[in-house]
């Protein structure tokens, strides 16, 4: 007895059915079984037991590359430090090899400032100046300086061979009037103030001549300055500057300028140039305004 088309498609579609799902779970179990390889692919590339490889070398393979890599790293190491001991031996620890840019010293100001600008009434105005004054010359305190050697004037204080230098006197007092001893205020409450030149430090610096500081009003108009110590000198009994691990203690010799300012110059900016003079030292350099000498401005109202 035939059974109808109806059946017949029924049983087909059940078939197909069948089929299906049978495919779906072979394939299913396909990339389980890839899963599962790639697994262990990736645990045998890290250690493989069978041949006892950890990331495809032997313990043996390992040793002998670590060696090989500890040697080559150690000789580059020695051949650097060997390198930098020979260079080292060169080296003088007290003097720059290449010191021929800076020559010539250049001159700095206290206070530091390009401008110096204040109300002689109001002391607030100009206390900070006070203080950097003050500050730069705790060093120079006769306390302190009176246990350093007293050195022959107009002479240098060569001492090639000591392993400490010794320091030459530059007493705080010897500034008077500038000194901030007598006059706290150095100045600055008269209208009159005073301005502290210092040289920079050149190790090994041995100017010819008898170096002093001069300073001159720009602009035309004069005006009446006196200098501490007397004629602005800076006396070569402070030269040479042998570095700061072997001269510690050293302090460069400072001049002191005092302004005296008259009624007519209150309210008015003075522009004031002050120069090393008198020495083979350079102060003409207009690449380097600084270099031999400095310009500073005062401006003093009440």
Not at 194 to 205: A, S
Request: proline share 5%; charged share 30%; aromatic share 12%.
């Amino acid at each position: 007895m035939s059974s109808s088309p109806q059946s017949q498609d029924q049983k087909l579609d059940q078939d197909q059915k069948r089929e299906g799902k049978e495919g779906k779970e072979v394939k299913n179990e396909k990339m389980e079984k890839e899963k599962q390889e790639e697994k262990e692919y990736f645990y045998y590339s890290i250690y493989n037991p069978r041949t006892r490889e950890f990331m495809g070398r032997t313990a043996s393979s390992w040793g002998r590359i670590l060696l090989f890599y500890l040697i080559f790293y150690g000789f580059l190491a020695g051949m650097f430090s060997f390198t930098m001991w020979v260079m080292l031996q060169t080296l003088d620890e007290n003097v720059p090899r290449h010191q021929d840019r800076v020559a010539n010293p250049g001159l700095v100001i206290r206070p530091h400032a390009a401008e110096i600008s204040f109300n002689r009434s109001d002391p607030t105005n100009y206390n900070q100046y006070i203080h950097q004054l003050h500050e730069l010359l705790q060093r120079y305190n006769d306390s302190i300086q009176k246990r350093h050697d007293l050195c022959l004037v107009g002479e240098y204080t060569e001492q090639e061979e000591e392993p400490i230098k010794k320091v030459c006197q530059f007493k705080r007092s010897a500034l008077r009037q500038c000194s901030g001893l007598s006059d706290t205020s150095f100045g600055f409450a008269d209208g009159k103030p005073c301005v502290i030149i210092k040289m920079n430090r050149v190790i090994g610096l041995k100017p010819q001549g008898d170096p002093f500081i001069n300073c001159t009003a720009k602009g035309g108009r004069p005006l009446q300055i006196q200098y501490f110590p007397s004629e602005g000198r800076l006396d070569k009994m402070f030269f040479p500057y042998y570095g700061k691990k072997a001269h510690p203690e050293y302090v460069q010799p400072l001049v002191a300028v005092k302004l005296f300012l008259t009624k007519d110059d209150l309210n008015v900016e003075q522009t004031v140039e002050c120069k090393v003079q008198g020495s083979d030292l350079r102060n003409d350099d207009d690449r380097d305004k600084f270099q031999g000498r400095v310009t500073f401005k005062v401006k003093v109202s009440e």
